[in-house]
């Protein structure tokens, strides 16, 4: 499995399969709500990082959908499974479809990988609207003792700068 152990110094030969198939788990888990497995697979030091506008090179310059490191990402977490969150009620389900996989030339330490993808996330809840989301993620992912673990997610929304009602699903 992609998230088995493997040293820094394998990391920097992971075979593309592996990358590809730690990203698909990821949005499986997220898929399936399984938040705290999902916070698992950030490193303490990683971020999630959703921009308001195309382009933006920043998350310090320019407001930002979501810009949380590991600490706000627990607490994200937390009030996605409070059993009386207002935005959730009921639950969202939902699907992601991630595709066009594509690995970035090593740079930098041979411990970190960069894949590029593109994704589809369809969003239903009971008495709302069914939302449709797509974009580019860009995955910073760096092994270790522990597996693979989250650099640093990008997610950049084809839409990023129109109005979004209540976004509590992670991306």
Known sequence: MASGSSSPAQT???????????????????????????????????FYWVPARPGQESPLTHVSLFYDDKSTLKIRVE??????????????????????FKLAPQTGDPAERLVTSKFVLLEDRPGVERRL???????????GPGGLRIVSKRVDLTNCDQFFPSLTQPF
């Open 12 to 46: 920097s030969n992971l075979q593309f399969a592996e990358l590809q198939e730690f990203i698909e788990h990821e949005a499986n888990l997220l898929d399936e709500q399984r938040f705290d497995e999902w916070l698992e697979l950030f490193a303490e030091d990683g």
């Open 79 to 100: 009030r996605l499974k409070h059993p009386n969150i207002h935005s959730q009620t009921p639950p969202s389900k939902t699907v992601r479809l991630v595709s066009n």
């Open 133 to 143: 989301f797509g974009g580019r993620y860009t995955h910073r992912l760096r092994g």
